[in-house]
């Protein structure tokens, strides 16, 4: 097998697959990793020297080996290296495409009559791969004239926009479901045990200083109450968390401290679990009670109850009084 693959592609192609298995596993950045680490730079330095090395004594021993034969040997040994039967069908295809060409001895018989500057013509047959080739192109050419003159098929503008459409979607359906790219219009109220326990961490190690670990409230607001100073629901404790408090004596900004989005939502989901919770030590309440506008408040809901209980009884009245009628 080496000898039907000669050195020059042989040494590169083992070369650049070395290079590659290394570029795979090591870690480099967006750099490659020979110039990231010039170590490596070396080693496959020495690599490529190693298999030049490895062809020049191969092919010492294989001439000294070849020195030493009788002549028939030789003669049988060189008919050896010249046949190559992995090659009989891949030549027969190609001897068949390539067609019957004259060869240069007899290119007299088929000089055509003109003569441009000393420039001879000569009538060859095109070769059957050409022929072949021109024939593809022409029942190529009719079937995309069909499709896309006759039946009005969606041509390449067409599908880039429909592809650009499904990509932006895909794009908002991926800021939607991921958790590291949420902001203060898309975050939602974490509730799995995991966003919880890392809210808690991070709570613990900043907030805990000025809002007591039971949140109870000290240099910071009483978090168990239903007051809030900025606003409270997970999009208004978000963007309290992320862009600090008020002014002056509010909280610091902790996305500029280094928290990331995901984090911020879920130190805001952890700090809506102490809504209703009892501290030993709560603090007086600050700010206005938050009402969440979009949830639908119990007296709004009794409301709506009398409301229906009333026309359910006036309905009631009517039948009893028109029954009461068609009796008399």
């Known amino acids: 097998m080496r000898h039907l693959i000669p050195s020059y592609i042989r040494v590169p192609v083992i070369f650049f697959t070395i290079a590659g298995l290394v570029e795979y596993f090591v ?3 967006d750099k490659p990793a020979f110039i990231e680490q010039p170590i490596i730079l070396l080693f496959l330095l020495l690599v ?42 891949a030549k027969a295809i190609y001897s068949k495409l390539l067609g019957k060409q004259k060869p240069i001895e007899e290119e007299g018989e088929i000089i055509l009559d003109h003569n441009y500057d ?15 080739s021109f024939y593809i192109s022409i029942v190529f050419a009719v079937i995309y ?14 599908e880039y926009e429909i592809e650009y459409a499904e990509a932006n979607a895909a794009i ?24 919880l326990n890392a809210g808690k961490k991070i709570f613990e190690t900043n907030c805990v200083a000025c809002h007591k670990a039971d949140g109870g409230g000290s240099i910071g607001p009483n978090l168990t109450d239903k007051h809030w100073i900025l606003g409270g629901g997970i999009k208004n404790v978000f963007k309290t ?20 989005p995901l984090e911020i939502a879920q130190v805001a989901s952890y700090v809506l679990q102490f809504q209703g919770t009892t501290p030993a030590e709560p ?38 009084a028109e029954t009461v009628v068609s009796n008399n």
């Open 145 to 158: 004239m069909v499709r896309y003159h006759v039946f009005n098929a969606d041509d390449q503008f067409v």
């Open 241 to 260: 968390v992320s862009q600090g408090g008020r002014d002056g004596k509010g909280m610091i900004s902790w996305k500029k401290e280094g928290l990331s």
């Open 172 to 195: 908002e359906e991926y800021k939607r479901t991921a958790k590291g790219l949420v902001d203060f219009n898309t975050v939602e109220l974490l509730t799995e045990t995991s966003d």
């Open 27 to 29: 870690e480099s950045g």
């Open 48 to 89: 490529l020297l190693v298999l030049i090395g490895i062809e020049g004594i191969v092919g010492s021993l294989d001439n000294i080996l070849f020195q030493s034969l009788d002549e028939k040997s030789k003669e049988r040994y060189l008919a050896s290296r010249t046949k190559s039967p992995q090659f009989t069908k």
């Open 283 to 320: 603090k007086a309440a600050e700010g206005d009670i938050w009402v969440d506008e979009n949830a639908e408040s119990p007296e709004n809901m009794d409301t709506e109850s009398t409301e229906e209980s009333a026309e359910d009884s006036a309905e009631e009245t009517t039948d009893t």
């Open 118 to 132: 000393g420039i001879k013509e000569l009538d060859n047959n095109l070769p059957p791969w050409w022929v072949y």
